[in-house]
């Protein structure tokens, strides 16, 4: 079954833990991405990657990481987690030819995350 | 650059009534417009997308919707709604440019009650 998988689906951490979020999509996707989604603000990218080692900020970059060693990988990182990190993350990702000619994602499930 | 506007934060509807979720847009390029439905713990699914051609797309669950080029608008429909419908709707927007993001609205909330 084609999915994007995201682990942990809950977390609740302290602040200044580092914390490493995982995501994993099987359909071969050259585009990744990461979003926050936060009551009344929507979805916000947070980091994306074009394709492996390739890897650029969203809209709401500070105080995450990412790496894209792989092409079915797409880890977000929190080294230094603080409250306002505090959100519910979605791994997307998309085909070439699907990114580049329409802009359809498919989305994993969703990791909450609470930073006491 | 895109932006995009749910003009509606919550819609509360009665089962098997009609119902429109307004969304509107601004771009000084071509644009491929979306909506996607995140149904309750769980992540966006892909309703409908308009790419170009017919300005009425039809999209899963009964769902349609029409791009309004002159009133930059891309509302969702549905003419009877279930109980199954309640979750949480976001339009989207991007440039028809390649290597362009695409930009979320704030979601619109409907709740579909008996």
């Known amino acids: 079954e084609a999915q994007v998988t995201q682990n942990p689906r809950y977390l609740i951490t302290v602040t200044g833990k580092k914390l490493t979020v995982t995501c994993s999509q099987n359909m071969n996707h050259e585009y990744m991405s990461w979003y926050r989604q936060d009551p009344g603000l929507g979805l916000r990218q947070i980091y994306y990657?074009?394709?492996?080692?390739?890897?650029d900020k969203g809209d709401v970059p500070e105080g995450y990481k990412v790496s894209r060693k792989e092409k079915r990988n797409f880890p977000l990182i929190l080294e230094s987690p603080s409250p306002n990190q505090t959100s519910l993350y979605f791994c997307a990702s998309s085909s070439p030819g699907t990114w580049e000619n329409t802009g359809e994602l498919f989305f994993g499930e969703g990791s909450r995350l609470t930073v006491l | 650059a895109q932006s995009v506007t749910q003009l509606d934060s919550q819609v509360p509807v009665f089962e098997e009534a009609p119902v429109e979720l307004r969304c509107n847009y601004s771009?000084?390029?071509?644009?491929?417009l979306f909506w996607y439905v995140q149904y309750p713990n769980q992540g966006l699914q892909l309703l409908l997308k308009?790419?170009?051609?017919?300005?009425l797309v039809k999209g899963i669950n009964g769902f349609e919707a029409e791009f309004n080029k002159s009133q930059t608008s891309f509302h969702l429909r549905k003419p009877s709604v279930h109980i199954s419908d309640t979750a949480e709707y976001f339009c989207?927007?991007?440039?028809?440019?390649?290597?362009?993001?695409?930009?979320f609205g704030k979601g619109t909330t409907l709740s579909v009650s008996s």
């Open positions: 771009s000084s390029v071509s644009v491929y």
């Open positions: 308009y790419l170009s051609g017919s300005t």
């Open positions: 990657s074009m394709n492996v080692e390739v890897t």
């Open positions: 989207a927007v991007r440039s028809n440019q390649a290597g362009t993001a695409l930009i």
